[in-house]
């Protein structure tokens, strides 16, 4: 059993599913990690952090409303 928090707004620390830099406005993979948003994509927050590679934790600001 997998249990998860769900949160709205607020930092939380996630996984990138790549390069991300700091300031970048996120989007959510297809995995669930978070990647730097494009153009036609849901944008779910910004970056507190930089990722270097995928599957560094990173802080994130969420503005999901």
Request: glycine share 10%; no cysteine.
């Amino acid at each position: 059993l997998l249990v998860f928090d769900v949160v709205f707004n607020g930092i939380v620390e996630v996984r990138a599913g790549g390069v991300v830099a700091k300031g970048a406005e996120l989007m959510v993979d297809a995995q669930g990690r978070v990647v730097t948003a494009t153009s036609t994509n849901e944008r779910i927050g910004r970056a507190l952090s930089a990722a270097n590679a995928a599957d560094d934790l990173i802080s994130i600001e969420i503005n999901k409303f």
